[in-house]
């Protein structure tokens, strides 16, 4: 069965160190994965997907599916990036829009 | 626009008690669905829509029924809550096309059933 998994709860750095949110999957078909961000009193928004190979507030992260691993990376965290951070898999037949999440992880970033 | 909408933002209920949570979008978004965010479980996929008149059961449907007569609202029903449905429920949708598109989040229902 597809899961995904997010081992940390909270991952709580100083401004500027780097960041790696680490997120693992199991999906026995071609995965499409994704990170979505929920700021404070703000809604849950899509923040990457891995077929955009895209690069959002200095975030970046990539699939490799040797590990079955999508870990989001940012090279030097602001206070900003404070969040919840989850992890999402694409699963089922194409064009249904479901997905599975993984529990989340709470970012904190310290001054 | 307004994007996805939610109402109510709160809602207590009592054991046994019916309700509607309140779901719609101006976008024109074919795929809707239903989630449940639960401390420690990340969000679960209750039912989901690909399009009016369609619906079908994700994760964890039980105690919960869904209809879609148009494309821009998608209620949830709770047919007699009970405390294991106290939790905060989110609405999503997404344009048809590619499959993975962006999701769209409403701002959420936070219930407490007592």
């Known amino acids: 069965a597809q899961r995904v998994t997010q081992p940390e709860k909270l991952l709580s750095v100083f401004k500027g160190a780097p960041v790696e949110l680490k997120c693992n999957y199991s999906y026995s078909g071609s995965p499409e994965l994704f990170w979505y961000v929920q700021y404070s009193r703000q809604r849950l928004q899509l923040l990457l997907r891995h077929i955009s190979r895209e690069s959002i507030k200095g975030f970046t992260a990539d699939l490799n599916k040797g590990e079955t691993s999508f870990h989001l990376k940012k090279p030097f965290a602001q206070e900003e990036d404070s969040a919840m951070y989850y992890c999402a898999l694409s699963y089922g037949s194409s064009n249904t829009g479901k997905l599975i999440f993984g529990q989340g992880t709470t970012l904190q970033v310290k001054p | 626009n307004a994007g996805v909408t939610q109402t109510p933002k709160f809602q207590v209920l009592k054991t046994g008690q019916s309700m509607t949570l309140q779901c719609a979008q101006d976008?024109?978004?074919?795929?809707m669905s239903w989630y449940r965010q639960d401390p420690g479980m990340g969000l679960r996929l209750i039912h989901y829509s690909v399009g009016a008149g369609i619906t079908d059961q994700g994760e964890v449907p039980n105690g919960y029924n869904v209809s879609r007569s148009t494309t821009e609202d998608f209620p949830l029903r709770l047919l007699s809550a009970a405390p294991s449905q106290t939790s905060v429920y989110f609405c999503?949708?997404?344009?048809?096309?590619?499959?993975?598109?962006?999701?769209?989040f409403g701002p959420g229902t936070r219930l407490t059933v007592l």
């Open positions: 976008m024109n978004h074919e795929y």
């Open positions: 999503a949708s997404s344009s048809a096309g590619t499959s993975g598109d962006t999701q769209y």
